[in-house]
């Protein structure tokens, strides 16, 4: 699959944003302020979580619900 390279530099970004909204909730210690906004502008579609999905041509609002029925599971374990 030949990807241009700024989508991958934008899906890149994106996936910084996952980890450190997944940071967030996990046992870690040394967390951040940057974890805690990662993970309200991805749990409630933010401006942030939108302008990535919008680069990456991926639905926002879908990657937002994936992403809070992952915290569902994760969490109930």
Known sequence: MNVAP??????????????????????????????????NDLCFCGVITKRLCQKTDIDPAWLSEQFRKYLRVSLSH
Request: aromatic share 12%; no cysteine; charged share 35%.
């Open 6 to 39: 700024e989508r991958r530099m934008w899906g890149a970004a994106l996936a910084l944003l996952i980890q450190d909204a997944i940071f967030w909730v996990s046992d870690k210690e040394k967390k951040q302020d940057h974890h805690r906004e990662a993970f």
